[in-house]
């Protein structure tokens, strides 16, 4: 689905992701994790186009995203960010809506996707109506995925989507979220910090540290056979002192 060749950002001259090659396969669910600062959500925002790569370049589908036909391209994408980023000033339904109004879809062809949409996330109708304000948490992330998929997209780019919320909604969405994955059979990328978060969805694992990858694999691969020490460090941080006292699970 995606195919990054040397591809790297600078702000500044401060290096925010060293050159980097990764390739993204299609319909599994990729996860990017490591501590805060590592480029992990530098290089979801190259993917989705929101940022130009300093270096390198990147292809998806087949195409090299450039500034000609990164908007037509991301039609292709949905993006969800960790609050939700929706629009205060529109309802649930206009926010989800957004897109295909734009490209002026018709009424019923939005009316039909909109309901599709919300019993896929299970958004309660009779808050389609209501402002982001008026909503909790959770229900402001069902509203973002539900913009996020309503054009169809090929894949699903998810900067840290759960961290903003509670344990208990962020449990709860999680079971829910893994659910909507497997129905949509889509691509998926997703940004965390939270291991166990990315055992729970991940496919394949990318873990990185101060703008490199250090390994790509399942849990397994990255537990059993570590490429570098420190990702038994950031698994044991992860787990915590008891986990670690109780050994390998």
């Known amino acids: 689905m995606f195919r990054l060749h040397d591809v790297s950002k600078f702000y500044d001259g401060k290096v925010a992701l060293r050159p980097t090659s990764l390739d993204i396969a299609a319909a599994q669910t990729t996860v990017l994790i490591g501590p805060s600062g590592c480029g992990k959500s530098t290089l979801l925002r190259l993917m989705v186009g929101l940022l130009t790569p300093s270096g390198g370049e990147i292809v998806f589908e087949g195409q090299q995203l450039n500034a000609t036909n990164i908007l037509q391209l991301r039609h292709r994408m949905g993006y969800v960010i960790q609050d939700g980023g929706l629009f205060p000033h529109l309802t649930a339904r ?12 018709p009424k019923k062809k939005i009316g039909d996707r909109l309901a599709e949409l919300t019993n896929l ?14 909503l909790s948490g959770g229900q402001r992330q069902r509203v973002s995925l539900m913009r996020a998929l309503f054009l169809d997209p090929d894949v699903l780019l998810l900067d840290e989507p759960l961290g903003a919320l509670d344990p208990l909604i962020r449990a709860e969405l999680q079971t829910e979220l893994r659910e909507i994955f497997r ?3 889509k691509t998926v990328v997703m940004v965390t910090h939270d291991l166990a978060e990315a055992v729970y969805f991940a496919d394949t694992i990318v873990l990185l540290r101060d703008g490199v990858i250090v390994q790509v694999g399942t849990f397994r691969e990255l537990a059993e056979s570590p490429a570098d020490p420190f990702v038994t460090q950031f698994i044991q941080a992860q787990r915590g002192p008891q986990q670690n006292a109780m050994g390998p699970t």
């Open 183 to 185: 129905n949509v059979q």
């Open 94 to 105: 206009a926010n989800a809506t957004l897109m295909a109004r734009h490209l002026r879809w």
């Open 121 to 134: 996330t299970h958004f309660p109708a009779d808050g389609l109506d209501r402002y982001p304000g008026q």
